[in-house]
């Protein structure tokens, strides 16, 4: 889903990913912030899932 043509798509799957702490998603994510075509609302999703995904790592 983060492939996904619709940024729609790819936002909502970042957001899932964060909410669901899955920590093999840092990676993906991260190649999202690295891409050219990325929104405001895309960048600041994907950074607030690294955030969260990390922070989870950190508590066990």
Do not use: F, H, Q
Request: proline share 2%; glycine share 4%; aromatic share 2%.
């Amino acid at each position: 889903m983060l492939e996904e043509e619709d940024w729609g798509v790819r936002l909502a799957a970042i957001r899932a990913l964060g909410d669901m702490e899955v920590e093999e998603a840092i990676t993906p994510i991260k190649k999202k912030l690295e891409e050219k075509k990325k929104t405001k609302t895309l960048k600041k999703a994907a950074n607030k899932a690294i955030k969260k995904i990390e922070k989870s790592i950190k508590k066990k």
